[in-house]
Nanobody
Framework: QVQLVESGGGLVQAGGSLRLSCAAS????????MHWFRQAPGKERDFVAA????????YYADSVKGRFTISRDDIRNTVYLRMDSLKPEDTAVYYC????????WGQGTQVTVSS
């Protein structure tokens, strides 16, 4: 079992930045690929970014490439999502997930980008 708790969401103006955090506890954090997904109102949950167990490879949705950066700190058992140049279309609930394919999910954190 892995427990995940996201934080760092909030309201930001377009062009601004936020950093989301996902704190993990339970089964060894370092053995999991970690992901961020997001779900906008009335839409399906979409992949945003992922980072491998070793942290040597990262993957991004085309819509966030060049603006978002995923990273992990295996000492703090935390994965981060740095979001820059935010757009109103980035507004969504952001979820952290662990495993490949994702098996464990957090409760989500709301990100709202105003125009």
């Amino acid at each position: 079992q892995v427990q995940l708790v996201e934080s760092g969401g909030g309201l930001v103006q377009a062009g601004g930045s936020l950093r989301l955090s996902c704190a993990a506890s339970g089964r060894t954090f370092g053995s999991n690929t970690m992901h961020w997904f997001r779900q906008a109102p009335g839409k399906e949950r979409d992949f945003v970014a992922a980072i491998t167990m070793s942290g040597d490879r990262t993957y991004y949705a085309d819509s966030v490439k060049g603006r978002f950066t995923i990273s992990r700190d295996d000492i703090r058992n935390t994965v981060y999502l740095r979001m820059d140049s935010l757009k109103p279309e980035d507004t969504a609930v952001y979820y952290c997930a662990a495993g490949s394919p994702p098996e464990y999910w957090g409760q989500g954190t709301q990100v709202t980008v105003s125009s």
